[in-house]
T-cell receptor
Framework: AQTVTQSQPEMSVQEAETVTLSCTYD???????LFWYKQPPSRQMILVIR??????QNATENRFSVNFQKAAKSFSLKISDSQLGDTAMYFC???????????????FGIGTKLQVIP | NAGVMQNPRHLVRRRGQEARLRCSPM?????VYWYRQLPEEGLKFMVY????????ESGMPKERFSAEFPKEGPSILRIQQVVRGDSAAYFC??????????????FGPGTRLLVL
C-alpha cells in the first residue's frame, strides 16, 4: 500500500519570504502522480500543483514549485514570496493509475499547517 | 462548467438519526470519491465509486455506512444511526474516469456533519 508522510505538523513564514513543505512517499510503482492541495480556513480543498512521475522537470505554478526527487521518493513544495492568503493546511497526495486505464484511490498525508505572519 | 456540488453544506443530526450526504460530480466525470476529515486531522479515504459500481470501499466502516452512485442522479453517502463520533467534514471528489488525461480529483466544498 502507498503511504504519504508529511513530517512537519506546523510551520510559519514571514510574509514575502520563502518556505518549503516536505513530503515523502512510499511506493513500488514507477508511474504515478503527486499533488499538493491547499485547504484554507474555508476548508475548500484546492489543487495547488501536480507532478507526473515520468516527467523529470519539476512542476511550477506561479509562486509554487516542487522539488521532485524520484529516487528519494520526495516531493517538497516551495512557496515563494509568501502571502497572507497562503495561510492554510497543505496536503500532499499520491495517485497511481490502474492497469485498466482508470484510477486508484488518492492517498493523502496528514497535512502541514502553514501560518504566514505579516 | 460547474464544479463538484455537495449538499447540504451543513447538517445537524441527533444521535440515532440518519444522515444523507449528496454529491454531484463535475460534468463529464463518472468517478467519485468520498473522504472524511475529522477535526484537526487529514483526509481519510472512505469509498471510490463509478456509476452503478463500487470500485474500492476499503475505507468504509463495516456498519452503518453505505454509498451509492446511481446511473442517474448524485452520489449518496448514507450514515445510519449516527453517533457523535461521526461528526466530521465529508468531502466528495470527482474524476473523469478512463480518459487519456490523468486528471487529479476535484473536490467539492464538503458537508459538515454535526451529531448532537
Amino acid at each position: 500500500a502507498q503511504t504519504v508522510t508529511q513530517s512537519q505538523p506546523e510551520m510559519s513564514v514571514q510574509e514575502a519570504e520563502t518556505v518549503t513543505l516536505s513530503c515523502t512517499y512510499d511506493t513500488s510503482e514507477s508511474n504515478y502522480y503527486l499533488f499538493w492541495y491547499k485547504q484554507p480556513p474555508s476548508r475548500q480543498m484546492i489543487l495547488v500543483i501536480r507532478q507526473e512521475a515520468y516527467k523529470q522537470q519539476n512542476a511550477t505554478e506561479n509562486r509554487f514549485s516542487v522539488n521532485f526527487q524520484k529516487a528519494a521518493k520526495s516531493f517538497s513544495l516551495k512557496i515563494s514570496d509568501s502571502q497572507l492568503g497562503d495561510t492554510a493546511m497543505y496536503f500532499c497526495a499520491f495517485m497511481k493509475p490502474s492497469a485498466s486505464g482508470g484510477y486508484q484511490k488518492v492517498t493523502f498525508g496528514i497535512g502541514t499547517k502553514l501560518q504566514v505572519i505579516p | 462548467n460547474a464544479g463538484v456540488m455537495q449538499n447540504p453544506r451543513h447538517l445537524v443530526r441527533r444521535r440515532g438519526q440518519e444522515a444523507r450526504l449528496r454529491c454531484s460530480p463535475m460534468k463529464g466525470h463518472s468517478h467519485v470519491y468520498w473522504y472524511r476529515q475529522l477535526p484537526e486531522e487529514g483526509l481519510k479515504f472512505m469509498v471510490y465509486l463509478q456509476k452503478e459500481n463500487i470500485i474500492d470501499e476499503s475505507g468504509m466502516p463495516k456498519e452503518r455506512f453505505s454509498a451509492e452512485f446511481p446511473k442517474e442522479g448524485p452520489s449518496i453517502l448514507r450514515i445510519q444511526q449516527v453517533v457523535r463520533g461521526d461528526s466530521a467534514a465529508y468531502f466528495c471528489a470527482s474524476q473523469p474516469g478512463t480518459s487519456g488525461r490523468r486528471d487529479p480529483p476535484y473536490f467539492g466544498p464538503g458537508t459538515r456533519l454535526l451529531v448532537l
